[in-house]
Nanobody, 115 residues
């Protein structure tokens, strides 16, 4: 049974930081492309960042220079370090694992940026 469990969301003031974690089980984690998506209120889900099995990373333009994705294959965990948070970063953040046509989602964690 595959599980992706996100944690680390919460309420933070503009300019603050959060670190999201996604712990995976039931997959050979090191083989998967791991990504973070987000879905702002009333909008579609969008890709935030991804890291390949080889460690290459890609980011949405809106988070470039502020967010950092990383993975720890020994812990089967992917992280998203979010700095300089803005109100427009408010969303439910989802973890995704993808290998070929096989993909899995976590349940999501809420991030709210507000003063």
């Amino acid at each position: 049974q595959v599980q992706l469990v996100e944690s680390g969301g919460g309420l933070v003031q503009p300019g603050g930081s959060l670190r999201l974690s996604c712990a995976a089980s039931g997959i050979i984690f090191s083989r998967y492309v791991m990504s973070w998506y987000r879905q702002p209120p009333g909008k579609e889900r969008e890709l935030v960042a991804k890291v390949t099995s080889g460690g290459n990373t890609n980011y949405a333009d809106s988070v470039m220079g502020r967010f950092t994705i990383s993975r720890d294959n020994a812990k089967n965990t992917v992280y998203l370090q979010m700095n300089s948070l803005k109100p427009e970063d408010t969303a439910v953040y989802y973890c995704n694992a993808l290998l070929g046509l096989r993909g899995y989602w976590g349940q999501g964690t809420q991030v709210t940026v507000s003063s």
